[in-house]
């Protein structure tokens, strides 16, 4: 990475004290609905913290203002990690992350832009999510308009041919202000992402279509930051962060264990992982 020396460090205890917060929020969320995705909510934790408390320009208070960088979420299973994020940002109240996946709530199994604040696109079928952000992307170039977009696809989610028709349509266009994100934990519903239909090497496919590469862990904050303050300065050509997780992250029993991919806790579990996620929370309030 070629990163300036001038280079402001971000506040890794505050995005640690919001991660711990997204994570406590979906597991609240996924064992209030017995219904939902908690491994790759927590893989995607620490990417959502960095994006929403330190990466977009966002307005909670004006949500659609027209010069507000884009998100598309498009693994729209996560949403419960993406749904605890935009509370603690301040689009909806936290409490409402409890009425997650009930009959009559806004906040339903997928994101729903015509319902819920801050949601940018609509998302649940994976492949679609890039190509969305493809489309704004363009738009933007098209309109001379300053906003960039963000997408973040599962590793799963790069068996989708749908993905590739959108990465090389980004790649010939030169879209330099769309930043697509891969939570790479390794893992899907059916098992290793290598063992059912292998992505890899990821990167040198994204670099196929012409995309600048980065290769990152997802769970450091000060890499993180590098990352997307790389890609700020690529010119003529869309970034790709394929950023190393661990699915379940946070919570010891659902770490790298696929079965965790898309069942609710029940009420053992529960308890034993918002005891793990509040004693994180207060050796970082101790810091």
């Known amino acids: 990475m070629n990163i300036g020396k001038g280079l402001v460090r971000v506040d890794k205890l505050k995005l640690q004290k919001v991660s711990n917060k997204i994570r406590s929020n979906i597991i609240e969320a996924v064992y209030s609905a017995q219904s939902g995705h908690p491994g790759g909510s927590l893989s995607s934790a620490d990417i959502f913290a960095y994006l929403y408390f330190e990466e977009l320009d966002i307005d909670p208070n004006d949500p659609d203002k027209l010069d507000r960088d884009r998100f598309v979420l498009s693994k729209g299973h996560v949403a419960p990690g993406f749904y605890s994020v935009l509370a603690l940002r301040g689009f909806f109240p936290v409490e409402d992350l409890k009425t997650f996946r009930h009959l009559g709530s806004y906040l339903q199994g997928h994101p729903d832009m015509k319902h819920i604040p801050g949601v940018d696109m609509s998302s649940g079928s994976l492949g679609q999510g890039i190509s969305a952000a493809t489309g704004m992307a363009l738009s933007a170039k098209l309109s001379n308009d300053k906003y960039r977009v963000y997408t973040l696809l599962g590793d799963g989610e790069l068996q989708e041919g749908q993905v590739w028709e959108a990465a090389m349509f ?18 899907q519903i059916d098992g290793k992402i290598e063992d059912i239909c292998s992505p890899y090497p990821i990167d040198k496919k994204f670099e196929a279509f012409n995309f600048h590469v980065i290769n990152t862990d997802a769970h450091d904050f000060d890499a993180l930051h590098k990352a997307f303050e790389e890609a700020k300065e690529v010119k003529g050509r869309p970034t790709v962060i394929v950023a190393k997780s661990i699915k379940g992250k946070g919570v010891s029993f659902m770490e790298n264990a696929v079965e965790w991919h898309g069942k609710a806790p029940n009420e053992t579990q529960y308890k034993l992982a918002m005891e793990e996620l509040e004693r994180a929370g207060s050796l970082l309030c101790q810091k």
């Open 170 to 187: 980004a790649g010939s266009h030169k879209l330099d202000n769309l930043v697509v994100i891969i939570d790479n934990n390794g893992l």
